[in-house]
Each structure stands twice: as structure tokens, then as C-alpha cells.
């Protein structure tokens, strides 16, 4: 039986069990193919067996060499349950920009991620992801979301902004029609303005739709946002929002930065539910007071057009991209404006963009990431957030090539057109995930 809303699931969906596979091939060399067993250890991978053809992968066979297939193990580490009253939600932006932004392991990272997560942090519920451009490891072959719901995350709502979802969950739960369609690509096939609507909503009459149209404001808007939320648990409801504050001049103009939104029904062991609204958001960089607070006030009024009840509890969860130290007066205006409180912050770490991290050689200390509760909403009995470290097992090789813009396709470590070859990585993001629990009224 897979999940089923309102109840516990007495076995694991088949995305989850299943050992997920993809075909190496350098698309440089193609047809002639240069690729290796050992490659796969590159993405953090495991070798399975060579073929010209790739094990029947459907594409052209190889004029000399091989394909090498390589898969992704099932975890070993259990996922351990807690109360249906609390809740444990990971944000992460984890820096997957385009190729033509930049090369800085987004394949080699994103591809180590859901193991890695599904190690340090068996009891989480919910990740909140941030900067998911592309779709993560091998977009339509072994996806992000692909490896997330082999590692306990099978449930995810559409990226903020991608115009192309095709359903993919229907095979995880039979009652699909209560569950948003999951998305295996974030890819954008055509430029596209955004809406400036709430969309993908499973309740329209509680929430107002306009027409999609090109605003000066916001820019271009041209990539998807990034953005979406992986469960545990059944996502029993989804919207999203295309923020309309944003500074037409800037970088973020390119992207439809936005909010994701997720309403999650857990179940705990002794079969009790809770349902849980959690909003994961990436805010306009820079500092200009009106399109900050404007966004926050966005995000504020979202939750109230999706008429989510008072005594139910809201989470907001991303990169506010507002410091905790150097701006904390602009802070407090933007939890004014969302209505939202801040948690006790513990654990060993000041920052969450950080010299710490392999991606900063100079000193650095930032706290931009955060996981707030909703003054509107139902309070939580405690609440912390935790900037944590998750790291690789070992260091991997990366191209890392960030200065050079509109270099398209995915280099490999060593190729000769990297600046910066085989530089070694443990970190998996330039941000450190955010570690937030709550605990709620039963």
C-alpha cells in the first residue's frame, strides 16, 4: 500500500525502494565514448556495467567505447519517526545555477545530496530547496527528485516558475488525484514571462487567479525559480507565487523568484495526523528596504488567499537573503511584514554562508537562511533553527570555473576548457542547510 491520505503507510513507495540508474556518456566525445567505469564515482554513484549502447538506454550507440551505467544505492540509514506534532524542515539553497551562470559542481553536489541528507538527518520531514535551476543531478534521467524519493522524499511540489510539469507520482500513490503531480525536470523549454498569480492550487475558490502578463517591474523573468519542497509525507495541497516586488536591474530579474507552498499531512506511528503549511521562499538579493518588505507582504498575503485556517501552523522557510548581523533592523521590518517570528537559534555555528564552507577561502560569516513560524497562524510550543553541515564522505573533483558566463554545457573535472581542474570539494552547496524543529499543540 503506498501513502494514503490520513493514513500511515505500511510499505514504502515504489520510487523510494527502487535503485535508480543512469547512462554516463561525455557528450563532447559522442559518438566515440571516452567514459569509464570509475567515472561514477564522480557523482557519487556506483558502478554497474559497461555497453556501447548503455544497457539499452534508448539513444545512439556508441561508435567506439562504451557507456558506462552506473546507479544509486538504497539508503541503509532508517528514517526515524517522531510525533505527529512535531515537525523537523531542512532549507537548502544549494547553489544548481545554469551552466552559463557558472561551473561549481552543481552535478557532482546535487547528485550526493539526498544520500547525504537521508544520513545526518534521519528524523527530518520536509526540505525546502532554494536554487534548483536545472533539476539537480541528471535532469531526465536521475534527477534531483528522482534520488529524493529514493531516499524517503517521494512527495515534491512543482518548481516555482517551470512551465513544463509532467506528472510523475502516480506510481507512488494511487489516490493521485489528491496529491499534486511530482516534476522530474525543472527545465524551462522556452523563455517565458511569469504570472504574477497563485497557481497550482487544488482550492481555486479561495484563491484568485490573473492573467500572466510582462511587468517592468519584475523584468524579464526568463528561468524558473528554483524553488520547490520535498516530503515525507503526502502533499495533500500545493500553490505557488512569482513575487511582483523585485528590482528589474538586478541578476534576480532573469529568475521568477518566488514561494513555494506545500500543505503536508503527517502521520505518526500511533496513527495521529497533523497538518502542516510550509512556504519555502528566495528572496531578492541586495538591500533596497521597498522590494524586501514588498516581497515579505507578498508571502504574508499568499497565506491568506489560500485561507489557511488560524489554528493550523504555517512555517516559512528559505533565503530571506537579509543578514541576521549586519541588517537587522531591515530583519525585523521583514518578519513585521510577514508576520512571522524568529526561532532560538543553537547548535556550534554563527553562519549559514560561511569561510567554514570550502567555497570561501576569505573570512566570511553570514546568517541569511531561516525557518520562522507564522504569528497568524497556530504557535509552536518550542521552536530552534540550526545552521548544520552535512559534508561529503569524501573530497570530490570538480570544474570550478565561476568567472566565466555563458560557457554552456556541463564540463567535466578535468576538461581542458576549465580554469580551475579537479578542484576538491566536501561541502555540497555554498550555503549551509538550515535546520528547523518545532514542536505544536497535538
Same mark, same amino acid.
Given at each position: 500500500m503506498a501513502h494514503v491520505l490520513g493514513k500511515r503507510a505500511t510499505t514504502v513507495p515504489q520510487r523510494q525502494r527502487a535503485t535508480a540508474r543512469t547512462t554516463l556518456v561525455n557528450g563532447r566525445d559522442f559518438p566515440a565514448c571516452t567514459t569509464k567505469p570509475e567515472h561514477c564515482e564522480l557523482f557519487g554513484l556506483t558502478y554497474e556495467r559497461s555497453a556501447p549502447d548503455g544497457g539499452d538506454d534508448g539513444d545512439e550507440p556508441c561508435s567506439s567505447g562504451d557507456k558506462v551505467l552506473c546507479s544509486s544505492l538504497a539508503p541503509t540509514t532508517a528514517q526515524v519517526d517522531t510525533p505527529a506534532h512535531t515537525l523537523n524542515v531542512l532549507t537548502y539553497n544549494i547553489q544548481e545555477r545554469f551552466w552559463f551562470i557558472s561551473h561549481d559542481g552543481q552535478r557532482e553536489r546535487s547528485c550526493r545530496i539526498p544520500a547525504v541528507l537521508r544520513r545526518a538527518f534521519p528524523d527530518v520531514d520536509v526540505i525546502g530547496f532554494q536554487e534548483v535551476f536545472m533539476g539537480g543531478c541528471f535532469?531526465?534521467?536521475?534527477?534531483?527528485?528522482?534520488?529524493?524519493?529514493?531516499?524517503?522524499?517521494p512527495y515534491t511540489t512543482r518548481t516555482v516558475g517551470a512551465i513544463w510539469p509532467p506528472? *510523475?507520482?502516480?506510481?507512488? %500513490?494511487? !489516490? $493521485? @488525484? &489528491? =496529491?499534486?503531480?511530482?516534476?522530474?525536470?525543472?527545465?524551462?523549454?522556452?523563455?517565458?514571462?511569469?504570472? *504574477?498569480?497563485?497557481?497550482? %492550487?487544488? !482550492? $481555486? @475558490? &479561495? =484563491?484568485?487567479?490573473k492573467a500572466s502578463k510582462v511587468d517592468r517591474k519584475v523584468g524579464l523573468q526568463i528561468t524558473n525559480g528554483g524553488i520547490f519542497i520535498a516530503s515525507r509525507w503526502p502533499i495533500v495541497r500545493e500553490a505557488?507565487?512569482?513575487?511582483?516586488?523585485?528590482?528589474?536591474?538586478?541578476?534576480?530579474?532573469?529568475?521568477?523568484?518566488?514561494?513555494?507552498?506545500?500543505?503536508?499531512?503527517?502521520?505518526?506511528?500511533?496513527?495521529?495526523?497533523?497538518?502542516?503549511?510550509?512556504?519555502?521562499?528566495?528572496?531578492?538579493?541586495?538591500?533596497?528596504?521597498?522590494?524586501?518588505?514588498?516581497?515579505?507582504r507578498e508571502l504574508r498575503e499568499m497565506a491568506r488567499r489560500l485561507g489557511v485556517p488560524s489554528d493550523e501552523p504555517v512555517v516559512y522557510v528559505g533565503d530571506y537573503n537579509v543578514d541576521l548581523y549586519t541588517e537587522p533592523t531591515l530583519l525585523a521590518d521583514v518578519l513585521s511584514a510577514m508576520s512571522a517570528q524568529l526561532p532560538a537559534?543553537?547548535?556550534?555555528?554563527?553562519?549559514?554562508?560561511?569561510?567554514?564552507?570550502?567555497?570561501?577561502?576569505?573570512?566570511?560569516?553570514?546568517?541569511?537562511?531561516?525557518?520562522?513560524?507564522?504569528?497568524?497562524?497556530?504557535?509552536?510550543?518550542?521552536?530552534?533553527?540550526?545552521?548544520?553541515?552535512?559534508?561529503?564522505?569524501?573530497?570530490?573533483?570538480?570544474?570550478?570555473?565561476r568567472g566565466k558566463i555563458f560557457r554552456l554545457g556541463y564540463m567535466w573535472p578535468d576538461d581542458d576548457r576549465c580554469r580551475n581542474r579537479n578542484v576538491p570539494l566536501t561541502d555540497l552547496a555554498d550555503h549551509f542547510p538550515l535546520l528547523g524543529r518545532f514542536v505544536f499543540p497535538k
Open positions: 535532469p531526465f534521467r536521475l534527477s534531483l527528485r528522482d534520488l529524493l524519493a529514493q531516499h524517503g522524499f506528472p *510523475s507520482l502516480a506510481d507512488a %500513490d494511487p !489516490d $493521485a @488525484s &489528491k =496529491v499534486e503531480p511530482n516534476v522530474d525536470s525543472n527545465v524551462d523549454h522556452k523563455p517565458s514571462f511569469s504570472s *504574477s498569480s497563485l497557481t497550482h %492550487d487544488h !482550492d $481555486a @475558490s &479561495k =484563491v484568485d487567479s505557488q507565487h512569482v513575487y511582483e516586488n523585485a528590482d528589474a536591474l538586478s541578476w534576480d530579474a532573469f529568475a521568477k523568484k518566488g514561494v513555494a507552498y506545500a500543505a503536508v499531512n503527517k502521520t505518526d506511528a500511533s496513527g495521529a495526523t497533523k497538518l502542516y503549511h510550509v512556504f519555502s521562499t528566495h528572496q531578492q538579493t541586495g538591500v533596497v528596504w521597498e522590494t524586501k518588505v514588498g516581497q515579505a537559534v543553537v547548535g556550534p555555528r554563527a553562519c549559514t554562508v560561511s569561510s567554514e564552507n570550502d567555497f570561501y577561502p576569505e573570512p566570511k560569516c553570514d546568517w541569511v537562511d531561516y525557518t520562522t513560524y507564522s504569528r497568524d497562524h497556530q504557535r509552536p510550543l518550542h521552536a530552534t533553527m540550526e545552521s548544520v553541515r552535512p559534508l561529503a564522505d569524501e573530497p570530490f573533483p570538480v570544474c570550478y570555473d
